[in-house]
C-alpha cells in the first residue's frame, strides 16, 4: 500500500482512538513505523485524546504499559522490509474487535507526552525478586526478556551457551519458549515475561527436578 495512504489510515484511526482518553503508542523496525505511529498520535491529539508515546522495543511491552496506567488503548506499529503491521490491544491486553466511544465522554486535553525506560520497567515489572547467581543463559527475542533474565540473576549472552538453557521469545514479545538439558517448556502468561516469571517460580527451574527429555507444556 502507498506510505501517503498508510498514513490517512493511521491518522484516522487515531481520530477514533482519541475518544477513548490517552493511548498508548509504540513502534519498531524503521523509519516508516515511526512516521506512522506519529500520524496515529496526531489524530489521537487531534481528537481531544492524549497520545503517550513509549520506548518500548515491542509489542507485548506497551500492552503491559497500557495495563499497567489502566490506558484504553495500546498502538505498536513494526515495519519489516516493506511490510507494516499494527496491534491494538485494550487495557487488558486483548485485541480490540470494535472501538466504541460514548458520545458523552469528556474531551481529554489533548497532550503529546513520552514514557521513557519502557524495556525496564515491563522487566521490573514481571520478573520478580533476584534469585541470586543462576548461571549463564542465551536470550533470543526482544531487549526485555535480557533484562528480565539478568534481573533474575542470569548473565545472558545472545547465543547459544554450552550447558545453558536457551529462552526464545516471538518478535512481539507475547510467547515463551524455554529449551534446557534435552526438555522444552512453553511457561504460560499474559507475555513472554509473565511466562518467564513463571518458569521461574516453578520446580523445573531447579536442576534436581529438570526433566531428562522430552517436551513439556506448562499450564
Known sequence: MERTQLGREFYELGLCLGGLGAVLIGSGGGPLARA????????VVLAGGEARFHDGGCAACGAWLAEHYTLPAALFVRQDGAKVERYLLDGKGKHFASIAVEASAAPCTGEWDLLAGADCAWAAGRAGKYRGELGPACAQGPAALTLALERLGYEVADRSVPGG???????EGFALRV???GAVFCPQGADALEGLADYAERP?????????GGEKTQS
Open 36 to 43: 506512522l505511529a506519529r500520524a496515529a498520535g496526531c489524530g
Open 165 to 171: 538453557p536457551l529462552f526464545r521469545s516471538d518478535r
Open 179 to 181: 529449551e534446557e538439558g
Open 204 to 212: 523445573q527451574a531447579v536442576p534436581a527436578f529438570r526433566p531428562s
